[in-house]
């Protein structure tokens, strides 16, 4: 295995390994990972048959290799090394590691983390809760369609969202809106908008891969919300897409209150794992301390 800059990687070799596995992650194609990171590299085997992105950031000379903004999990493609491998391999260069992945076993300290997902090909209906079935029954007077400027969902994401995240900083929405916008451009993805009278009260992204489509982030006015706008735009887009996807991947959440949401309409939830490994400079621990 080699660790390739970006610059160097063939794209085309690159986004094909994805496609033809049986994984299903959007977050590994290099559009992807084009719009949320700053800087990446790979580790990469001859001929591309087995992959691994490294999103990293490099301060004061310092590399760490990070989870992305937007992205769940990251996946080896292929099986012509192991994370254990890629782990040893990568502290020769990065002295710390932040990354997320379904196996339990990868490093002695991990953090149990939780998302949420649908089988679209069973009768989900079945599954809603009686209050899910109450509020969309209150919903008649919305209306789904569909747009092309992610803006509608930065703005409702900012209004309505954003003070009560921490996580999601300004940057992080312009790579959101980055992101968003690749996809439309290379049908990708999707934005769903709800519609009260003329006025756009809420708005979800979709993500497509393979027999899997993944909400990638939405939002709603808060009268919207009230009136059941955000329960309306998912059960719309479960029946937009059960035809043509297997999986509904609904990012989900370890926040109790946005797990409880997706249980509502049947969601199942599926356990990965963020792991953490680090051997900062003393130093370079003191400065972030200082800023602080």
Known sequence: ??????????????????????????????????????????LITENYKTILPIPFTKKLGVKQFIQA????????????????????????????????NSASNLLPIRQNRCHQWL????????????????????????????????????DLFSKNVAHKVDSVSKQDLVSLKKLMTSALTLNKGELLIVKEKDEIVAAGFFLF????????????????????????LINEAMHLYKNKFNTFDLG????AKVAEFYHKFGAADRVYFDYSISDLPFWFKALKRLKR
Request: aromatic share 14%; with cysteine; charged share 35%.
């Open 119 to 154: 089988d679209l090909k069973s009768d989900f209906e079945k599954n809603y809760s009686n209050n899910a079935k109450r509020i969309l029954k209150k919903t008649k007077k919305f209306k789904l369609d569909k747009a092309i400027n992610p803006k509608i969902v930065i």
């Open 252 to 255: 989900g959440s370890d926040i």
């Open 1 to 42: 295995m080699k660790l390739v800059s970006r610059n160097n990687i063939d794209v085309k070799k690159w986004d094909n390994a994805i496609a033809k596995s049986s994984i299903e992650n959007v977050f590994l194609y290099a559009w992807y990972l084009d719009s949320v990171c700053k800087e990446w590299s790979a």
């Open 69 to 100: 903004p937007f992205t769940r999990e990251y996946d080896i493609i292929g099986n012509e090394f192991s994370w254990k491998e890629a782990i040893g391999f990568l502290s020769k260069s990065f002295k710390s590691s932040h990354f997320r």
């Open 209 to 232: 891969d393979k027999k899997r489509v993944t909400y990638l982030k939405g939002a709603s006015t808060e009268d919207a919300k009230k009136n059941g706008a955000m329960y309306f």
